[in-house]
């Protein structure tokens, strides 16, 4: 009889063991990994501009973390967006429902961006853009559950539009992505130059991944414009501008403006080509000794320094994962909570903090490409001209569409 009591107590305590319900014991949610997701495009137009970077950079961060939150391993998992929004939509439902994907970061593409964000509230789950652009996101899509962490449109419109304006650059023309993002940022840049006393003399919009731009370069030409504003970005950006110059475009009388470039783009398109031009950034890995140690450890996994989307989703999975560690979970709304009151000092950022409308709040940088004579090695690609204080970079609350917003009466 006591043998078969010993026996018993055996198989007990060995269930309990399997289930996690001995005394001491994980239970089987908290064994289960902590799930982030990088949605990004791995052969477009943006594979640059994020794809394998982005990918790399999340790793990253969940390595400098430990690989565990809470006990429970870390994974990353990634897919091809393909620039579609259905196919965005379709992977992050696959994530939500099937993979229990806790988070979802990168998003390069506006329109994906969006639709990704208002799937992911319907979910109570966390996505944290660091690639898609639009202002919408913390506007009038703005989610309980959304973070916008690197850029938007508005910065990069104030950022460029009133360095140029300032110089005396006040006609503008506007070649567009014709989809959200690029719509969202010719309208931000549009506001800027308004503002300030200039006139746009022109726009004309081309799709997603243009085979050619000499049609929309002309209209341009015969503007009269002292700007040529490429609203877009990636392959179509530095595409479009090899065109202008080729075509003479950017010497007397007209300056191209990149509103949205990352040192890849510069790098693609070579000094002799990107000389002079002035953009707005969210990061340069050759500020601080602490950006460049971590663009070396980048550069030594990818061949290539992170851009500021790639060090975006750096700090925004390493913020991620300290907000479970505080909140004690990877409830959805505890972390959101945690991460609204939590300030960010990382490699990307110093003194961040997310707003009520999800807007990630951070300095900006005002930057000009250097000439080959001024550059001492093949990443050294710019010069801070001017550091953008986060209050002045992004879009007052004051000016919010965002319901969460609370406004003074």
Known sequence: MMQQNKMSKALIF????????????????????????????????????????????????????????????????????????????TKAREWFDVDHVDMITDM???????????????????????????????????????????YDTYALANGTGRALMEL??????????????????EKDATNVVNEMGGTVVGSIRHPLSAPDF??????????????????????????????????????????LAGLLVTDNDVKSLGLDVAQGMRFTTGFYWDMSPETRAFAERFRAKTGAMPNMVQAGDYSAVLQYLKAVQAAGNSNSDAVMSKLKSMSINDVFAKNGHIREDGRMVHDMYLVEVKTPAESKGAWDLLKVLKVIPGDQAFQPLSKSECPLVTKAK
């Open 168 to 185: 005396g650059y006040k006609k503008w023309f506007f070649l567009t992505a014709d989809y959200a993002f690029g719509q969202s940022l």
């Open 214 to 255: 000499s049609s929309y370069l002309v209209q341009a030409q015969s503007s009269g414009a002292t700007v040529l504003a490429f609203a877009d970005a990636g392959g179509d950006f530095t595409n479009a501008m090899k065109q202008a110059r080729e075509f003479g475009m950017g010497g007397k009388g007209m300056t």
């Open 14 to 89: 060995a269930w309990a063991a399997l289930f996690g319900l001995a005394s001491g014991g994980a239970s089987a949610a908290d064994a289960e990994p902590v799930k982030i997701g990088v949605l990004t495009d791995m052969s477009g137009v943006y594979s640059a501009l994020s794809g394998k970077g982005s990918v790399v950079a999340a790793q990253m961060a969940v390595e400098d973390f430990g690989g565990k939150v809470l006990g429970r391993p870390i994974q990353v998992i990634f897919a091809d967006h393909q620039n579609k929004a259905d196919v965005g939509v």
């Open 108 to 150: 390069v593409n506006s329109s994906i961006g969006i639709a990704v964000q208002k799937l992911a509230a319907e979910k109570k789950k966390i996505t944290m853009n660091t690639g898609a652009a639009s202002t919408v996101l913390t506007n009038k899509e703005c989610s309980p559950y959304g973070v916008h962490y690197v």
